[in-house]
């Protein structure tokens, strides 16, 4: 019989994605002892396992983020200016794009965010205020009453367990696995009208409609070889899939624009007398071969997360595992296969088929198959003491050129309310939101104690998660969460009576300003 460990401390993570490794800084830097599991090898999530560079608003370089997210940026930067061959006018760029993909102006490889992450983490590492459990994965928990006692995690390796206990425990994991696992109320899928009064909500709660996950994958491109990986099994469905919603088969380079649904051509490489948008290959990549000494580089490296790949003919939480295995597995096959199509049948512009010089980078992601981890965009969601909802940041709804004024702000954000095809069979919802804050009240639930929310589970809806869950916001919201326990811990205090005291939130407050957390936009910011 396998024997089980029981791990103490003051705070503990579960997830190590980028919430969680926010928090963990937090949490350690105000001097608390913190465990942080995660089920994968890498920590990160979006920025390393799950293959996603940065999406982030056009001010992330003046404002608008975390001082700890700006040094994390700094500090994937300088990485490639002390460790890769740069050319000289790569290296005077102050905010060099090492791939200058257009989706982010710091679009970088996994691996270096690893780095990146592990350094920073590792002075409290060395130190003993952080320990990391990876390829652990929470199995159940122990509740008496309104508090979590202790969390159970599994070694996905050796099958032993290990129980844990805190005065405060927090949830970061991808799906929000923490609240089933402790009985804390949580709402998933897509509120009705009726229930959140957002003009884009449905008419019918659904609570099994969620965004498309996907399955990312790294490529280059060697001209005159072939790389054309074997034919994938569920290759032939997935060739003749063709949604009621799409303009086109999902394999192919025609797909909806997000902001009107409108067809939309795009190309894999830049055509002469298209934008860059138009170019796939240009989209997310993160090694552009140009920054680089002539030769040390063969090809650019770009990330696949497009429209092809997005996977909704199931949700991959609140189902049987048989179930969700089921659904994972049919993702990695419709990656696979929309690389099998770009190497043996797309079309190109000079009428030719396939594109087999197209190889499969597995080293990038870390992975025997080179595919990425699944990024799934949707959480289970904390019903918490303040619920955002579209009308808090939506241009129609709110006067000002900034989302409603949150007085228990702990944080800002902002990007577009951007919701992916469903799996409730519906297109792009893709609609303009303001900059926001981040309440405090969204990441308290509204009856257990002693459990933050740390990711995209926090009190927000199916609507407004679409602006809320990328990687500036998520750190911030880990690292407000890793400070908000350790605040507690240090008054006695619940997060509750703090928010809801007017001098210890004030003095929580500040003692985020003082780490560098931006509470507020400044007013110039979109005039």
Known sequence: MTAVTRLKSDVMIIGGGVGGAAAALSAARSGKKVVMTEEEKWIGGQLTSQAVPPDEHPWIEQFGCTATYRDFRNRVRE???????????????????????????LCHEPKVALAVLHDMLAPYESSGKVEILHKHRITGAETEGDLIKTVTVRNLETGSDVILEAPYFLDA???????????????????????????????EADPL??????????LDYKEGEDHTIEKPEDYEFWKEYEPDFWPDKLLSWTHPFPENLKPWSRDLFKQEGRTLIDSLWLFRRII?????????????ITLVNWPQIDYWLGPVFEIPEEERQKHLKQAKQLSLSFLYWMQTEAPRPDGGYGYPGLRLRKDIVGTEDGMAVPYIRESRRIEAEFTVVEQHVSPDHQPEVKGEYFYDSVGVGSYRIDLHPSTGDRNYLDVSSLPFQIPLGSLIPKRVKNLVAAAKNIGVTHITTGCYRLH??????????????????????????????????????ETLEKAGVELDWPELQVR
């Open 79 to 105: 990485y490639y200016k002390q460790h890769y061959p740069l050319t000289p006018e790569a290296r005077r760029k102050q905010n060099l794009n090492p791939g200058n993909g257009w989706v982010s102006r």
């Open 288 to 300: 552009d071969k140009d920054n680089f000494e002539e030769g040390f580089y063969e090809s650019d």
């Open 472 to 509: 500036p916001v998520e750190w911030n919201i880990g690292e407000a969460a890793g400070a908000l326990a350790a605040y507690c811990i240090e008054k006695g205090l619940t997060p509750s009576e703090v928010r809801n005291s007017e001098t210890e939130l004030k003095a929580f407050q």
């Open 173 to 203: 994991t991808e799906c929000g696995d923490v609240l089933p696992a402790a009985g804390v109320e949580y709402v998933t899928g897509a509120e009705s009208i009726e229930q959140t009064g957002e003009p884009s909500a449905l008419e």
């Open 209 to 218: 409609d969620m965004q498309a996950v996907s399955v990312c994958f790294a």
